[in-house]
């Protein structure tokens, strides 16, 4: 925990502090900015390792070791660490929170997200669980990375808004796919296994009410993902269509102030007025 603490001040001074004095951003896109500048580089760190993990492991060849190697009491040095650093990591945004001065309006929010990362985490860690939590982190850090680093480019260019539209559709397919595998493993995979026994000693939990308890759990978090994520791309949408009559208003506004300054200047309708309008034919007939 101490050194994710010393890893955070490192990148915010020599990285994200150096970028925000060339921007010269408002106090909440410098927060905002910050949050993703550290998550997106905790994110993409976890993706290569849990990634290295999962291919060293032989996932890729062979799936079904989500549920047959149950209950993995014995676990590979790289396994193990692994999960003790996304722990601290976790652990250690809680002084952030003070170290960063975070706003009073924004620490329930973060607390909440703090909590399901180390409830999660340290679920599957006890519950032996290893491989299915190791997959589902992979997965859905894979999909905030994304986000966070669109986020990044969107602050120092605002017309940038394809990455939100990739991440949008990949955000929804994380969601099933992790309700997939959640299913396929504890409901079906374990639901099947010889050994049903709750025994503390093996670390074997793959009893009934566990299974229900995991596979709650889960849903309930991914059902509160997607509330979150309507609620946040409704709020994009009304904010896109209430810029939208400005913008055509100020439009409209410009023509008309336009249209008006040649009317003084040329006349009204195409007609030409007789105060300093005339043409040099019209002086040379009222000369005459």
Sequence with gaps: ML??????AIIQEYVLDKINRRMHF??????????????SAFYLFSCIWGTS???SENFISDPAILWKSYPL????????????SQLAY?????????????????????LVYIGLYLFHIGGAYLLNLNHLGLVLLVLHYFVEFLFH???????????????????????????LLTLILSVLTVGFGLARAENQKLDFSTGNFNVL??????????????????WKFINFQLRRWREHSSSQPQTVKKKSTV??????????ENGVNGTVTSNGADSPRNRKEKSS
């Design 3 to 8: 050194v994710a603490i010393i890893i955070h």
């Design 26 to 39: 408002s106090k909440t896109k410098h927060s905002k900015f910050n949050e993703s500048g550290q998550l």
């Design 53 to 55: 993990i999962l291919v």
């Design 73 to 84: 009491t014995l676990m590979t040095f790289q396994m193990k660490f692994f999960y003790i």
């Design 90 to 110: 976790w652990f250690h945004a809680f002084p952030e929170l003070y170290f960063q001065k975070t706003k009073k309006e924004d620490i329930p929010r973060q």
């Design 149 to 175: 680093i669109s986020r990044l480019f969107y602050f120092s260019d605002e017309k940038y808004q394809k990455g939100f539209s990739l991440w949008a559709i990949l955000f929804v397919l994380g969601r």
């Design 209 to 226: 009410p566990v299974r229900i308890a995991v596979l709650a759990s889960i849903c309930i978090t991914q059902a509160f993902m997607m």
């Design 255 to 264: 023509t008309k102030g336009r249209s008006s300054r040649k009317e003084k």
